[in-house]
């Protein structure tokens, strides 16, 4: 069974100041990564994934996320944090085993807030 | 850019009643998906659906949820007999292929009374 952890129910930083949220995941085979936000009243917005490749993606809004698979990591980083940036951030992984496996498990979410 | 749509944005209802919630995906993609967030939990994978037919689905879609494609556009989930734990918000996503990133819609926020 594939899981994800995100261990910070919410991280404060000061605007300026760059920003890491964490996520490790379990996955039998080899994952599928991605990070999504979530806005007050708003759906799930795509950030970022990791297929394959080059272990740092980068991705939308200036964020970016490096993947480290002896950590089984893939955190979620920018180096200046901005205020609008303050949201609901959830990691997301896929086993890429299995023709008919498409589900995403996701963790239970981080809160960003970044204070001016 | 394209867009997953998803009506009624709220739906309240009492409990034992059949809600039907609606979701567009985005026009050119072929893989569908529902998604669900209990207030305070996780977002849990309910089924996914190509070619017609569902392809995946967890534990949770059991034989009160159905989901159908009733025309060219539209992808809706059927909850029959609806229950008060059923109270979630529910997502719609959909990928341009099995691989690819699931977009995802503003969410249907089900109110079970």
């Known amino acids: 069974a594939q899981s994800v952890a995100q261990p910070e129910d919410q991280v404060n930083v000061a605007e300026g100041n760059p920003l890491t949220v964490k996520c490790t995941y379990s996955v039998s085979g080899n994952p599928y990564l991605f990070w999504y936000v979530q806005y007050p009243n708003r759906g799930l917005q795509f950030l970022l994934k990791y297929i394959t490749g080059d272990n740092l993606v980068k991705g939308s809004y200036g964020f970016e996320a490096e993947f480290n698979k002896s950590q089984t990591s893939f955190h979620l980083k920018k180096p200046s944090a901005l205020v609008s940036d303050s949201a609901l951030y959830f990691c997301a992984v896929r086993d890429i085993r299995g023709t008919g496996r498409r589900a995403l498990t996701f963790g239970s979410g981080t809160r960003l807030q970044v204070q001016p | 850019e394209p867009e997953v749509t998803q009506t009624p944005s709220h739906q309240v209802t009492q409990m034992g009643q059949e809600v039907i919630l609606r979701c567009v995906p985005i026009s050119n993609h072929l893989y569908f998906y529902w998604y669900r967030q209990i207030l305070g939990q996780k977002v849990e994978f309910l089924v996914s659906f190509y070619n017609n037919e569902i392809s995946e689905k967890s534990e949770i879609f059991d034989d009160q949820f159905s989901v159908e494609r009733p025309d060219g556009s539209n992808f809706t989930l059927k909850i029959r007999s609806t229950k008060l734990e059923d109270s979630a918000m529910y997502f719609c996503?959909?990928?341009?292929?099995?691989?690819?990133?699931?977009?995802f819609g503003p969410g249907t926020r089900l109110l079970v009374l």
């Open positions: 996503a959909s990928s341009p292929r099995s691989a690819e990133t699931q977009y």
